[in-house]
């Protein structure tokens, strides 16, 4: 398929419509208006129906879209048509969380190797994944071709662990530890900090709190 380019807001959406496509395929649903799809996915329909514009003709204004054509079509852009192996980094109790997580049931990802240096686990096969000694890292992402992993180390561990895994080859790195890692500029890093995530969360609720008291 020819490279579309679309603008990075757009992208972004992408897997929610495709994730909500395959509900609506699964309840047997042939078509979907752009209304639907924005209640859904909680995104308004204007952006839905710019969005979709990028893609040429996928439905009819007024008939909705084919949820068969479009999850054809969105499985062929997110690169679903092809299973992709990642690794995990650090299998302490969020790693094994993310062991556990099914990944492939809505995108076509999956974790096929961990690496730890707690000798009790390395050797093992946790929730299905084989978990490898930190020194196996370069020749099983070399033999597995891996080129992304999550990172699930202790903060102390983090950028001795990034180094390492930018040596064996990483070009993309999902980050949940705290440390904000300096890689080379060929390295994207994804960070998700939960704890940070849930503090701001917090700090929204009291300080809408705050202004309710206010009046
Ligand atoms: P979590 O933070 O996921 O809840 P935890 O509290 O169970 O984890 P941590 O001390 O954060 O444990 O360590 C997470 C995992 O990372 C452990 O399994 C630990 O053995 C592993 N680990 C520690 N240092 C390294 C390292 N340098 N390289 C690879 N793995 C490491």
């Not at 209304?35 to 909705?64: C, H, M």
């Not at 084989?130 to 891996?146: A, E, G, H, T």
């Amino acid at each position: 398929m020819d490279k579309i380019k679309i603008p990075k807001a757009t992208a972004k959406r992408l897997p929610l419509y495709y994730r909500y496509l395959i509900i609506l395929n699964e309840e047997g649903k042939a078509k979907v208006s752009s209304t639907e799809l924005s209640e859904a996915v909680q995104v308004d329909s204007a952006s839905i129906r710019r969005d979709f514009s990028y893609f040429g003709a996928l439905g009819k204004r007024g008939y909705g879209y084919d949820v068969k054509n479009l999850l054809t079509f969105f499985k062929k852009i997110l690169n679903q048509d092809t299973l992709t192996n990642v690794a995990l980094v650090g299998v302490g109790n969020l790693g094994r969380a993310l062991l556990n997580y099914n990944f492939k049931r809505s995108n076509n990802i999956r974790i096929s190797c961990a690496f730890d240096i707690n000798k009790e686990i390395t050797g093992h096969i946790l929730s299905g994944v084989p978990v490898y000694d930190m020194s196996d890292l370069k020749q099983q992402l070399s033999d597995q071709q891996i080129s992304i992993a999550i990172l699930t180390v202790p903060s102390s561990a983090a950028q001795k662990t990034t180094d390492d895994m930018v040596e064996a080859g990483i070009k993309g790195i999902m980050n949940f530890t705290p440390i904000r890692l300096s890689a080379p500029a060929d390295v994207r890093v994804q960070n998700v900090d939960l704890a940070t995530e849930l503090q701001t969360l917090i700090y929204f609720l009291d300080s809408d709190k705050a202004k309710e008291s206010d009046f």
